[in-house]
T-cell receptor, first 113, second 110 residues
Framework: DTGVSQNPRHKITKRGQNVTFRCDPI?????LYWYRQTLGQGPEFLTY????????KSRLLSDRFSAERPKGSFSTLEIQRTEQGDSAMYLC???????????FGQGTRLTVV | KQEVTQIPAALSVPEGENLVLNCSFT??????LQWFRQDPGKGLTSLLL?????REQTSGRLNASLDKSSGRSTLYIAASQPGDSATYLC?????????FGQGTELSVKP
């Protein structure tokens, strides 16, 4: 198993454009999380899935953000009409249900210019 | 609302020193606590997971303790090395998700 995989690693986009990120979790993990991290801060929770069901979405997440996990496998995070404030590292993690260890991917660094 | 705090925000030590990083949380109703390491521009690497029923976990030169009643955890690093330089993050699991502190940036000088 190669761990949690995120693509792309880096994305530069113009303000107002839409972007989509992909996360492939560890194969036997049924939970998948998305976090956002800005410089000097800890990761901030965005949303998480158990299998294909989105169980929670942060109130901080605007309507421009949407996440899916079709068939409970990989997940995508889409940001519509990007703003400069969306510039951050977007992190994906996966775990098994229960009190188990969470593993993170290498992240996608988004820069909105 | 759960809040996780890490002190100090930054720490610089000479190589070979033993050190302790601190993590505190406001709500003791947690499932577990996990310590991570993050290198600049990279993702998070899991170091240790302590279940809520446990008091400590050890891995190599690392030892993490958990005192749920007081809302505190410590990460002890023995005989620090320059390769230990990174940001260390603690996170508690509550309500199905991880809640992070802001991290401690550690620099180990040769």
């Amino acid at each position: 198993d190669t761990g949690v995989s995120q693509n792309p690693r880096h994305k530069i986009t113009k303000r107002g454009q839409n972007v989509t990120f992909r996360c492939d979790p560890i194969s036997e993990h049924n939970r998948l999380y998305w976090y956002r991290q800005t410089l000097g801060q800890g990761p901030e929770f965005l949303t998480y899935f158990q299998n294909e069901a989105q169980l929670e979405k942060s109130r901080l997440l605007s309507d421009r953000f949407s996440a899916e996990r079709p068939k409970g496998s990989f997940s995508t995070l889409e940001i519509q009409r990007t703003e400069q404030g969306d510039s951050a590292m977007y992190l994906c993690a996966s775990s098994q249900t229960g009190n188990t260890e969470a593993f993170f991917g290498q992240g996608t660094r988004l820069t909105v210019v | 609302k759960q809040e996780v705090t890490q002190i100090p925000a930054a720490l610089s030590v000479p190589e070979g020193e033993n050190l302790v990083l601190n993590c505190s949380f406001t709500d003791s109703a947690i499932y577990n606590l996990q310590w991570f390491r993050q290198d600049p521009g990279k993702g998070l690497t899991s170091l240790l997971l302590i279940q809520s029923s446990q008091r400590e976990q050890t891995s190599g030169r690392l030892n993490a303790s958990l005192d749920k009643s007081s809302g505190r955890s410590t990460l002890y690093i023995a005989a620090s090395q320059p390769g230990d330089s990174a940001t260390y993050l603690c996170a508690v699991t509550q309500g199905g998700k991880l809640i992070f502190g802001q991290g401690t940036e550690l620099s180990v000088k040769p």
